[in-house]
């Protein structure tokens, strides 16, 4: 997409500066003194990186842009809308001086491109192409049918059944009238995935990273994750906090408000104020989905949630497991996409890395290794260990319970039946 003004620019170079100081030799410092792992500080230094690279690019191509009018590949000029904001960049003109050029605002420049010229007249849209000097060549194609418009807009096959039609509707996702034909109902759903995946960064929702062992069902998989995508975008987008990979300094708060009784309501707040947005949204028949972490089109990570199981321990470990995708594999997998089902054992580095950083970052290493609690029969010991962390003890009991392999004990303890209902508008 790149970077299409001066305070885009400006902001650019100085998230820049700050990976790069993440990446220098200071930033041992920071490693030391974090409670995660050897493994996972790896794959952070990989993703900080990996930012760091494409912002360079992005830098440059404005740079490039600019000083020579040369349009680099960073910017695909398939969208009409993107040509006037290319045009002024390239003529070296700022948002006022094209605005003065055609006598508006210098704000009204800026509401123009920041909608991508959706809102402008067609007069106007000619006028500015002229004052920039924009040709625009246009052709007919020689092979054109009339199907041919609608059925490639149509791209993802949809295989629906009544149990997959029903949850929709319970779900009140989709209009989807009582007694629709299953041909209706695939296009008006086929409809709804394509235009949801145009909101995520890699305008696709595709299968990869997808981390279940039983056959998951492809249709409730990509109406899942439109779902997710269109309830993200739903949110108001002025005032978004930009998400800053560098900062980690959140994280041990996020697990002590596990704590709170309303900690996992909380949560979606705590980490808006982050950048990053945090969605509930139950799973589909054919799936059984616990989480997934992706990107949205303007880079914001989005993590959702399907409380599969109506527990604690599993919403937050969930919860951190995500989390490690965006800090670990952001610009590195995070674009396409992590799919989760994580009672099937982690099929990839990036799935050990993300249950590793879940693991240290929810109870620190040294302190887990050490203590009695991870022993014990008792509750008394793992309330005490989460007390003196600040944190839930259902994070304790349910890593002993997966640890042990014994999903009957500390019931207790794990918040059983607790969390859904702090979510009531979500499961209907
Ligand atoms: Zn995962």
Request: glycine share 6%; aromatic share 6%.
């Amino acid at each position: 997409m790149g970077i299409l003004n001066q305070r885009d620019y400006r902001s650019a170079k100085s998230r820049l500066a700050q990976l790069q100081a993440a990446l220098g030799p200071d930033a041992v410092v920071e490693s030391l003194t974090s409670k995660l792992s050897a493994e996972v500080t790896a794959a952070r230094r990989q993703a900080i990186y990996a930012e760091a690279n494409r912002l360079k690019e992005d830098i440059e191509g404005y740079e490039k842009l600019q000083s020579s009018g040369v349009i680099s590949k960073e910017f695909a000029i398939d969208e009409l809308g993107l040509l006037p904001i290319i045009g002024r960049i390239a003529r070296r003109l700022s948002q006022r001086e094209l605005g003065d050029l055609l006598d508006v605002s210098e704000q009204q420049i800026q509401r123009y491109e920041s909608d991508r010229y959706a809102s402008v007249s067609l007069s106007r849209y000619k006028k500015i192409l002229e004052i920039l000097g924009v040709d625009l060549h246009s052709k007919l194609k020689s092979a054109w049918s009339t199907s041919n418009a609608s059925e490639k807009d149509i791209q993802p096959k949809l295989e629906l059944d009544g149990a997959l039609i029903s949850a929709i509707r319970k779900h009140n996702w989709v209009a989807l009238p009582k007694g629709i034909a299953p041909n209706s109902a695939s296009q008006i759903l086929a409809t709804y995935v394509s235009e949801s995946a145009e909101f995520s960064r890699e305008r696709t929702l595709h299968r990869r990273h997808v981390r279940e062992d039983e056959l998951i069902n492809d249709t409730a998989l990509a109406i899942w994750q439109a779902r997710v995508l269109r309830q993200s975008m739903s949110q108001p987008q002025k005032h978004r906090t930009k998400f800053n990979i560098v900062d980690t300094s959140w994280l041990a708060k996020l697990a002590k408000l596990s704590s709170q009784p309303d900690g996992p309501v909380r949560a979606i707040e705590f980490l808006r104020e982050r950048g990053i947005v945090l969605e509930i949204v139950p799973h589909l028949p054919h799936t059984q989905l616990d989480g997934a972490a992706m990107m949205l089109s303007d880079g914001t990570p989005v993590i959702a949630l399907t409380l599969r199981y109506d527990r604690l321990d599993s919403f937050w470990f969930t919860l951190f497991h995500e989390i490690g995708h965006v800090l670990l594999h952001f610009n590195h997998g995070l674009e396409a996409g992590f799919v989760d089902n994580l009672d099937t054992p982690n099929n990839s580095a990036e799935e050990r890395d993300a249950d590793l950083f879940a693991l240290s970052a929810l109870i620190p290493d040294g302190i887990w290794e050490t203590s009695p609690a991870r022993f014990s029969k008792s509750p008394d010991l793992i309330r005490k260990l989460a007390e003196s962390l600040g944190i839930n003890p259902a994070i304790i009991a349910g890593r002993i319970r997966k640890e042990r392999n014994d999903y009957k004990i500390f019931n207790e303890l794990i918040g059983n039946g607790s969390l859904r209902s702090m979510f009531a508008d979500r499961f209907i």
